[in-house]
């Protein structure tokens, strides 16, 4: 296991496009986070997933996004109509439950360019 | 919303300097952690500290904790050039462990 991973690294989408990204996160791991952040701030809660229920979802989601984590392994983020203020890098997290003292495993990241 | 605020903004040391960034939150917290991101890249997660502890070090890292004032710091020592990224400080604050961020500090440090 090699960690976090996330597809694309980039993206550059027409706006009104739809688009998906992809979350692998540490296979022992039951947490999974998505967090979005925009240059010069720090990552911004998105929603999580214990196992595959989604458990809170930020009001940033707005209703053009949506995830799933359909057998609480790998997980998806979908971006609908995409509009340019949704230009932003998507980052994954993954944990284990139980293990509060060992912080988030964190992916590269999506950069998302919406022109 | 976020939850941290780090102080300063930027810093630009020396190699071989020390670095002190602090961070300051707003509500009572389960722990505090601080995670280094280099440019375009995804964070990582460097240490964490408890509510009930006030010092904790990990190799070149200090960081301490005061639960009375809501704030942290975080002091690299011997700072290298491979230092250079951007530092954010998290909160840990209810039952779902999920972190609040702040806006981070970014760390120059000069060869």
């Known amino acids: 296991d090699t960690g976090v991973s996330q597809n694309p690294r980039h993206k550059i989408t027409k706006r009104g496009q739809n688009v998906t990204f992809r979350c692998d996160p540490i296979?022992?791991?039951?947490?999974l986070y998505w967090y979005r952040q925009t240059l010069g701030q720090g990552p911004e809660f998105l929603t999580y997933?214990?196992?595959?229920?989604?458990?809170?979802k930020s009001r940033l989601l707005s209703d053009r996004f949506s995830a799933e984590r359909p057998k609480g392994s790998f997980s998806t983020l979908e971006i609908q109509r995409t509009e340019q203020g949704d230009s932003a890098m998507y980052l994954c997290?993954?944990?284990?439950?139980?293990?509060?003292?060992?912080?988030?495993?964190f992916g590269s990241g999506t950069r998302l360019t919406v022109v | 919303s976020q939850q941290g605020e780090e102080d300063p903004q930027a810093l630009s040391i020396q190699e071989g300097e020390n670095a002190t960034m602090n961070c300051s939150y707003k509500?009572?917290?389960?722990?505090l952690q601080w995670y280094r991101q280099n440019s375009g890249r995804g964070l990582v997660h460097l240490i964490l500290?408890?509510?009930?502890?006030r010092e904790k070090h990990s190799g070149r890292l200090r960081v301490t904790l005061d639960t009375s004032k809501k704030s942290s710091s975080l002091l690299i020592t011997a700072s290298r050039a491979a230092d250079t990224a951007s530092y954010f400080c998290?909160?840990?604050?209810?039952?779902?462990?999920?972190?609040?961020f702040g806006k981070g500090t970014l760390l120059t440090v000069n060869p």
């Open positions: 997290a993954s944990s284990l439950t139980g293990s509060r003292d060992y912080g988030y495993t």
């Open positions: 296979s022992e791991h039951n947490r």
């Open positions: 997933f214990q196992n595959e229920a989604q458990l809170e």
């Open positions: 509500t009572s917290i389960n722990n």
């Open positions: 500290i408890r509510s009930n502890e």
């Open positions: 998290a909160t840990d604050k209810g039952s779902n462990y999920k972190l609040t």
